[in-house]
């Protein structure tokens, strides 16, 4: 069988490094080409995706990690733009030593169409008129969102994701892909999310919704180019992100304190609301009057600044759409989420957060159950805060304790290729030499009429035969083949390639009948780098 050069250990998968930044990252478009085609029948024509990545690729593009963003997130997940004092959003968790450890994975972001950070959406021209859509945007699902994602990571030559994570509609995404396409992902990682939203969660959208709509300058949703609906923006995040936070973290933060009260976790507001403010109690405000804004609570204040910078970074239309298409998710059939997930094979992680009252722990657990109903390999954890529903964000040291653990169990069927080239023992040794050639792989498994394994050749046994003038394909093969089970674990495959010098193993099953080939180069990707 054919010597490898080195094969690599399995004795430093983490270094227990402290986790490191990526410093500068850049982001990059890619434009569908051709008509794409949403679940409303309706289509759309240069569809454009804004995407990031960190890490690199391995050869076989096997340990690809994709990251989808919540509600009003983007493609800057991680890193530092030119210019930047913050990271992007999950930064704690994606970069070297970290979770979504970039020296072993290769991690993507794109930003979801219907946004509005580079990727086409409401705000987008209209290549037929030359205008901004605007409401005349197709209504959109999570799925054609998903979709359209999946045109991005086959551009990217990637034809199975080694894991799709995300929190919050993140995290419908990641549910929404290992329903379309089950086959596409190994792992899953969905965090305080719902397979199907609730009418409490619909009526915080709808109020948002009409907040927006109800503003005069919203115009039909015809405001590009003039002045636009920030104050109904403004309202609408305002009421979206309560429901982020939880009551102890806003007791914690703010109390009842009023703004000339403010402490040192409170942010400056604004130069308004922080300036020349003196302390008043219920006594102060005088009974024919309306308190003046200066007597507002630091939670107004806290609420009014969200609502008035996330009027400069987001559109007002793309919005509407997103929380709409929120609003619409629903994996169930028939009333049932175990039949909705019925072709899930995926490996999962839930986690939900104990104080999330926009997406309790009750919906992870629906999720997990219907999982485990239909085989699927499903974890349920739970990050103890006190932050709420934010604190998938927050939560440094939960999140990567869990989240690398769960990646790092990684079994032969997480990286094992089922796309893989074999021959019968009757084929000719010149057209087992031109597949290997023309395919570009060093290892034929030589297989039965029922797909047992026989044997294995190698690139190694071409070339003795050729010199030794070895017509015959049987004559060569290699009888005696080491080779793993799925579900056993990558240390025992690269155990055995290390003590036999293979680069290369047959998965069978339990018939053995071989169903993938895993090799030391996949088997690297993930263990890191070596010296």
């Not at 970069?95 to 930003?111: E, L, M, Q, R, W």
């Not at 939960?398 to 074999?422: E, P």
């Amino acid at each position: 069988m054919e010597i490898s050069a080195q094969i690599p250990s399995f004795k430093n998968f983490f270094s227990g490094k402290k986790g490191q930044n990526l410093g500068i990252v850049r982001s990059m478009n890619y434009e569908i080409p051709g008509i794409f085609r949403l679940e409303s029948g309706k289509t759309l024509t240069r569809v454009r995706i804004e995407y990031e990545m960190y890490g690199r690729m391995n050869a076989d593009k096997s340990n690809v990690i994709l990251i989808c963003h919540a509600l009003t997130g983007d493609a800057h997940a991680a890193g530092f733009h030119a210019g930047d004092k913050k990271p992007g959003w999950w930064n704690i968790v994606i970069g070297p030593n970290k979770a979504f450890d970039t020296d072993k994975y290769c991690i993507v972001c794109s930003n979801i169409i219907g946004g509005c950070k580079g990727s086409t959406g409401p705000s987008s021209i209209n290549p037929e008129t030359g205008k901004p859509y605007g409401i005349s945007f197709p209504v959109l699902t999570i799925a054609d969102m998903v979709n359209a994602q999946k045109k991005l990571v086959e551009h990217l030559g990637v034809k199975q994701l080694f894991a799709v994570a995300g929190g919050s509609m993140g995290g419908m995404q990641v549910l929404q892909w290992t329903v379309s396409y089950p086959k596409m992902v190994k792992k899953a990682i969905a965090i305080a999310t719902t397979a199907s939203t609730t009418p409490q969660q619909i009526a915080f959208g709808a109020i948002g919704r009409k907040a927006i709509t109800d503003d005069p300058n919203w115009n039909g949703g015809n405001y590009y180019g003039k002045e636009s609906p920030a104050q109904g923006l403004a309202l609408a995040r305002m009421i979206g992100h309560i429901t982020y936070l939880s009551d102890a973290s806003m007791q914690k933060k703010f109390g009842r304190a009023q703004q000339a009260e403010a402490g040192p976790d409170l942010p400056k507001i604004s130069s308004e609301a922080s300036s020349d403010i003196s302390l008043r109690t219920s006594s102060d405000i005088s009974s024919d009057t309306f308190p003046e804004r200066s007597s507002d609570f630091q939670v107004e204040s806290y609420l009014n600044y969200q609502g008035d910078t996330f009027t400069k970074r987001f559109d007002a239309n793309s919005y509407l759409y997103i929380t709409k298409a929120v609003d619409f998710f629903d994996l169930s059939k028939n009333g049932s989420l175990i039949e909705g997930f019925s072709g899930v094979t995926e490996k999962y992680l839930v986690i939900s957060i104990t104080s999330d009252w926009l997406y309790p722990p009750y919906q992870s657990q629906e999720i997990v159950a219907a999982l485990t109903a239909n085989g699927v390999d499903a974890k349920y954890e739970e990050i103890r805060s006190q932050y709420g529903h934010d604190a998938f964000l927050l939560e440094e040291g939960q999140l990567n304790y869990l989240i690398r653990g769960f990646l790092s169990q990684i079994l032969v069927s997480d990286i094992m290729n089922s796309n893989f080239y074999s021959v019968s023992k009757d084929e000719t040794l010149e057209n087992a030499s031109m597949l290997m050639v023309k395919k570009k792989v060093n290892h034929l498994p030589v297989v039965s009429e029922d797909g047992k394994l026989e044997g294995i050749v190698t690139s190694w046994d071409i070339t003795k035969a050729v010199a030794c003038k070895i017509t015959e394909l049987k004559e060569i093969i290699t009888r005696d083949v080491k080779y793993v089970y799925s579900g056993e674990k990558i240390e025992t495959a690269s155990s055995i390639m290390e003590d036999y010098s293979i680069s290369a193993l047959p998965v069978i099953d339990s018939e053995n009948r071989i169903i993938g080939m895993v090799t030391s180069e996949s088997i690297s990707a993930l263990i890191g780098r070596f010296g």
